[in-house]
T-cell receptor, first 111, second 114 residues
């Protein structure tokens, strides 16, 4: 069974702080995705990383895929209240629709 | 363009009952997947359908079944409901079942079993 462990589980920070969320597995994934989910809504795709060592930037968010394609990180610079939500990593093997989701990191950014 | 739509949005059922959840994919998307998200956890894969055929099944009991219709909409059925079936059920659609085909999630059906 493939498992994706995220850390930390909960994070409460003030506006302007930086943070990093980690996603680790003992399994190799062909690609890894990061989603953000807000209360009452479905997950929304933020990014897909495919190549080991790949780094992608989305405004203040930086995503990295580990060299061995077993782990990933999400770094947020100068967090804002709008970044509040549940961040989920999801590994993909085989077909696109069968994602293995991580345990989630709940982020709260306060003024 | 309409996104993935799911109905109903909320549902309360009693143990032992049966439930049917519905999903309409984004127009043009032929693949539909179902996920179960228990409170405080990440979603877990239940089923994937592509072109009306089952392409994958997660580790769920036979009480869970699904189908996809010619218009690519889908139903998830759960029989003999248990308290532990209480969860947010998410439907996601994609253009194909190939790797790297982006998934688009609906807002889910919140099922409460009492």
């Amino acid at each position: 069974t493939q498992l994706l462990e995220q850390s930390p589980q909960f994070l409460s920070i003030q506006e302007g702080e930086n943070l990093t969320v980690y996603c680790n597995s003992s399994s190799v994934f062909s690609s890894l995705q990061w989603y953000r989910q807000e209360p009452g809504e479905g997950p929304v795709l933020l990014v897909t990383v495919v190549t080991g060592g790949e780094v992608k930037k989305l405004k203040r968010l930086t995503f990295q895929f580990g060299d061995a394609r077993k782990d990933s990180s999400l770094h947020i610079t100068a967090a804002q209240p709008g970044d509040t939500g549940l961040y989920l990593c999801a590994g993909m093997t085989g077909t696109a629709s069968k994602l293995t989701f991580g345990t989630g990191t709940r982020l709260q950014v306060t003024l | 363009d309409a996104g993935v739509t799911q109905s109903p949005t909320h549902l309360i059922k009693t143990r032992g009952q049966h439930v049917t959840l519905r999903c309409s994919p984004i127009s043009g998307h032929k693949s539909v997947s179902w996920y179960q998200q228990v409170l405080g956890q990440g979603p877990q894969f239940i089923f994937q359908y592509y072109e009306k055929e089952e392409r994958g099944r997660g580790n769920f009991p036979d009480r869970f079944s699904a189908r996809q219709f010619p218009n690519y909409s889908s139903e998830l059925n759960v029989n003999a409901l248990l308290l532990g079936d209480s969860a947010l059920y998410l439907c996601a659609s994609s253009l194909s079942d190939r790797a790297y085909s982006s998934l688009h999630f609906g807002n889910g059906t919140r099922l409460t079993v009492t």
